[in-house]
């Protein structure tokens, strides 16, 4: 069924609305740009996508899951670059008030917009006579950074401290290092996982799931030794090849299967492409078009500094190609950083030598007849701070840091340079680490576009969410032919039979005729309709209908009871 693709998202738009899948949160209050409701079929489908995922990565062995507080300290987001950095370029008209992402405005004007500085995007904007979308006028005041995340304090009154509620959840991962080093014991390479809200204060929200200022977001950090190569096993897509556009040194875009272009330096790390083949899998697995998938290398001018490689998985939707997963070599920036802000060397992880190394060492150490006497009780935690430095500085006297944050004058009569040699075993070190980042609202919305299907029956038009089983908000609906007979009786005695299982999600449905009781749930993506007839009186079987291309069986409701329950029951035929 041909159609215009903008009348096509009305329609899907309005499905999801009226059948409870996504809607806008606080409607009767005039609703607020960025926040979504997910209803009585999209919140159980976003909870499946969310186990999918999950699933998916703990299956690895060296992954676990953690949860963290979704209210930051602002010392935490300090730390991390985000209070500094965390920034969109907004542009103001003059004329309306109405605030803009600066690069919103010129996105048809430049490949990257998000790279260009608040100069460069004035200049565009101005040359190209752009018009406030609200009111037409083109009157802009310069643009300026505006920091995204919403901020909060945690206590009350004066003692309270400065948060901010969190913009990711890969912080929280971080902080957990240590103890997920003790818990994989003390072993490289590990991860973690954790999956919940996230909080942008976005300027102007848009294109409705893709742009939220609440949002699902899903994170994995993948902790690993940088001096010890990978040996990733690429065979199981040595038939596959993927969509990239990598950087515009390796000219435009190609198709190639991810070990080849691991080999190829194509994509800078092996760990990086196999993040990127597991991804993959992970959205062709919940209903993507595997052709509707290409991953794009970050150029130099908008790579994070700290990244070293750095591709993003976009989907094609009725948006346009859209990024929702990002893959990033961070190199050792988080834990470094958090070590620097706290002094905290609980950050690193011991690489042991493969013989031990014999070293000449010069060490520094006080003068006891100068240092006891003039700093007292002092003086073991100065002569610690000396102990910790790596030679001595250029010029005396010189300020030398404490660990309780003070500071004393140093001169060079205070100090005694001492050459050892000792024996070492091992190194500690800052591990690095490459992380996938899944915006699960925007996936489970390509899921909702990739499913949607319209056709005609009957000269009317027919609408089916082709979702794939394993994620469906309902597993099977149960209709009874008519509510009277003892029709309906055996429909929800089989109905509460399933909702027993536990993770099966049944609904029963007798209103209206059967035809547009299937119509339903077809449109809602439910795999399996069970129909309750007057056959199911004399013999108790039922019909089973499958939802993507009507056929049908006969079958017991106990027999139907235990394949549900079965650990596969995606295929009921």
Request: hydrophobic residues 35%.
């Amino acid at each position: 069924m041909m159609s215009d693709p903008q009348a096509r998202l009305e329609r899907l738009t309005s499905m999801l609305r009226r059948r409870g899948v996504i809607l806008p949160a606080f409607e009767i209050h005039g609703g607020v740009a960025g926040l979504f409701d997910f209803g009585p079929v999209g919140g159980r489908l976003r909870r499946r996508l969310k186990n999918a995922w999950l699933e998916h990565w703990l299956s690895h062995g060296d992954i676990v899951e953690i949860d963290s507080p979704t209210i930051t300290p602002e010392a935490v987001l300090m730390a991390s670059g985000h209070v500094g950095e965390f920034n969109d370029h907004m542009s103001e008209c003059t004329s309306c008030g109405g605030a803009f992402r600066s690069d919103h405005l010129i996105a048809d004007l430049h490949g990257n917009p998000d790279s260009l500085s608040a100069n460069e995007l004035d200049i565009l904007i101005t040359q190209n006579k752009i018009a406030c979308p609200t009111c037409s006028v083109i009157d802009w005041k310069p643009a300026r950074p505006m920091n995204l995340m919403f901020g909060t304090r945690i206590g009350a009154m004066k003692g309270g401290r400065s948060a901010y509620m969190r913009p990711e959840t890969a912080q929280g991962m971080f902080m957990q290092f240590p103890a997920l080093y003790r818990h994989f014991r003390n072993r490289l390479p590990f991860g973690a996982v954790q999956s919940g809200k996230g909080y942008r204060n976005e300027i102007s929200p848009r294109q409705g799931m893709i742009r939220l200022r609440e949002f699902n977001m899903a994170e994995l950090e993948y902790f690993i030794d940088p001096d010890v190569t990978p040996n990733h096993d690429f065979s199981n897509w040595d038939g596959v090849e993927f969509n990239l556009i990598p950087d515009p040194d390796f000219g435009g875009p190609i198709t190639i299967s991810p070990g080849t272009a691991s080999t190829q330096n194509i994509i800078r790390h092996p760990t990086v492409a196999w993040f990127m083949a597991r991804t993959w899998d992970f959205l062709v697995s919940v209903g993507i078009d595997p052709s509707r998938i290409r991953f794009r290398q970050h150029e130099g001018t908008e790579m994070a500094h700290y990244a070293s490689d750095c591709w993003d998985a976009e989907i094609d939707g009725s948006y346009g190609w859209i990024e929702c997963v990002g893959i990033a070599h961070r190199g050792c920036y988080d834990l470094g950083a958090h070590e620097s802000a706290t002094g905290d060397k609980n950050l690193r992880a011991w690489r042991p030598y493969d013989s031990p190394k014999v070293v000449d060492k010069t060490v520094l150490s006080g003068n006891s007849s100068l240092v006891g006497p003039l700093f007292k009780s002092r003086a073991g935690a100065v002569n610690s701070a000396l102990e910790s430095m790596n030679g001595l500085p250029e010029k005396f006297p010189f300020k030398l840091e404490l660990d309780d944050g003070s500071s004393v004058s140093i001169d060079s009569e205070m100090v005694v340079e001492k050459r050892i040699q000792t024996t070492e075993h091992g190194e500690w070190f800052l591990p690095h680490v490459v992380e996938p980042a899944f915006g699960i609202d925007r996936i489970l919305w390509h899921i909702l576009d990739h499913s949607y299907v319209e056709t005609e029956k009957g000269g009317d038009s027919y609408t089916v969410l082709r979702l794939d089983p394993s994620i469906a908000a309902i597993d099977v609906v149960i209709l009874p032919l008519m509510e009277k007979n003892g029709l309906d009786q055996i429909a929800r005695d089989i109905h509460q039979s399933i909702c027993s299982i536990g993770n099966i999600s049944s609904y029963y449905d007798g209103s209206g005729s059967i035809g547009r009781r299937y119509a339903r749930a077809d449109e809602v993506g439910v795999p399996w309709a069970v129909t309750v007839d007057h056959e199911s009186v004399q013999n108790g079987s039922v019909t089973i209908r499958r939802r993507d291309d009507g056929n049908q069986i006969r079958i017991q409701p106990d027999d139907l009871v235990a394949r549900l329950s079965s650990s596969d029951f995606t295929n009921l035929f």
